[in-house]
């Protein structure tokens, strides 16, 4: 029986590790810490895989990364955060695998798009990895995030605002925007 | 609908998470404003950028391997766990078991347990490609080039080596590639390819030599590591792996067809 519930775990849940990795990455802006991050938050949800009741696995495993990566935030503190940064830059590696429609994007594109998301604040970090990279609906943010969807609009708001001026993409939403 | 109004919900708009009746006005005001059309415009295409730019990280093979792993040690009954001494090291986070791994390798210099006699040279080899193997297994020290492709591996060795390592297609045995790395064994650079089984990883340690006549395959045992080596052609390899003996020497086979 535990055997069954295993290999559904391993089919439904194992196979977001790229999701799961991609957030946690975000969040903690260091490879080495969203790797044990992830780790974690995947014993977590096999520990409580019965809690789980079916429809799409993502939401509810990004929650448990999620809260995996504030607690480890909380643990480490925030003092490696710049240096983190700056290891960031160089630790984009794996383009190669994701041909598909960024192939358009020159890799230094996409690595200026990283790190201009990296620099924004964790809030917006997390609803705009939720919203551009996983498509979620502003309810499953608003789930995921554990706050109210007017929250998840106004953060993904300013979020892309900020992305906006700091990547030079729109002359008029800077005297125009809020 | 006023134009300050229309700004803050622009971002909802696209996304298609506004009211019907709030939609409806907000698409009107953008008819009869100009400024604000352009706006929303703007917006629309860095959405877009972002949409296709942004793009999901790959999770490193190894971290695959330690979650699998992970589940798997979480499932086994608490009671009875025969449990090789790496394979528990997994659950504990990364860098406490590369710290007890270098740990392990600095203090002791490892007692080098083999399973046959063989002059000392050739165990002190041994010694130094256990140690590098245990040190691969730190965050981002397994390959300078990961990729589970031989076209993108083999070429990488080009111009930092003077020899070519082979690097043969194995996933279809289960063994898939997980890239190459440079490493030094004796002082002198050495090609190593990375290989998979299951949570195993394996090194294929690869470097030309000028010791006369090829030497049979051995299988040596080292704190709980398999090391299988042989040469031929001219050419010393060395396999590393935590994988049991008998699939071990199945991927020796593999590797020489």
């Known amino acids: 029986m535990s055997d069954s519930a295993l290999e559904s775990f391993e089919r439904i849940v194992v196979p977001l590790l790229d999701d799961a990795y991609t957030l946690a990455r975000h969040l903690m802006r260091d490879e080495h810490d969203a790797q044990d991050v992830v780790q974690e938050a995947y014993l977590r949800a096999w520990r409580h895989y019965g809690s789980f009741h079916g429809g799409d696995a993502r939401p509810w495993l990004l929650a448990i990364v999620r809260n995996c990566g504030y607690t480890w935030r909380r643990g480490t503190r925030v003092q490696r955060e710049s240096v983190a940064y700056v290891e960031d830059e160089h630790g984009i590696g794996d383009e190669s695998h994701h041909a598909t429609d960024a192939a358009a994007l020159a890799a230094s594109d996409r690595a200026e798009l990283r790190d201009a998301l990296d620099q924004l604040p964790l809030e917006h970090r997390e609803a705009i990895v939720l919203r551009e990279i996983e498509g979620l609906s502003y309810k499953e943010i608003a789930a995921v995030t554990g706050t109210p969807i007017g929250t998840v609009m106004s953060r993904l708001s300013r979020a892309r605002q900020r992305l906006q001026e700091t990547l030079g993409l729109g002359a008029r939403a800077k005297e125009g925007g809020r | ?257």
């Not at chain 2, 165990?123 to 730190?138: D, K």
Request: proline letters at 6%; hydrophobic letters at 40%; a neutral charge.
């Open chain 2, 1 to 257: 609908m006023n134009c300050a109004q229309t700004r803050e919900l622009l971002s909802g708009y696209i996304d298609g998470e506004l009211p019907p009746d709030q939609a409806m006005e907000l698409s009107e005001h953008l008819t009869t404003c100009a400024e604000c059309a352009g706006i929303y415009e703007e917006l629309l295409a860095t959405v877009r950028t972002l949409r296709e730019g942004l793009v999901k990280y790959r999770a490193p093979d190894l971290l695959r391997a330690r979650v699998r792993s992970a589940l798997r040690e979480e499932e086994r009954p608490v009671v009875a766990r025969p449990t090789p001494r790496v394979r528990r090291g997994l659950r504990v986070p990364w860098r406490s078991l590369a710290a007890a791994a270098i740990l392990v390798v600095a203090s002791s210099g490892i007692t080098f347990v083999a399973t046959r006699d063989r002059p000392s040279a050739e165990s002190s080899i041994g010694e130094e490609v256990l140690t590098s193997h245990i040190r691969s297994l730190m965050p981002a020290h397994l390959t300078d080039v990961a990729s589970n492709d031989q076209h993108n591996v083999k070429p990488w060795f080009n111009g930092r080596l003077d020899f070519s390592p082979s690097v043969p297609r194995l996933e279809d045995a289960g063994f898939p590639l997980l890239g190459g790395r440079l490493d030094y064994v004796r002082g002198r650079p050495v090609a190593v390819v990375v290989y998979g089984r299951r949570q195993h990883v394996i090194n294929v340690f690869t470097w030309p030599t000028d010791a006369s006549g090829d030497a049979a395959r051995t299988l040596t045992t080292s704190h709980g590591y398999n090391l299988l080596h042989w040469r031929s052609g001219g050419v010393e390899r060395w396999v590393v792996s935590d994988l049991n003996a008998a699939e071990l020497r199945q991927f020796g086979m593999l590797l020489e067809r």
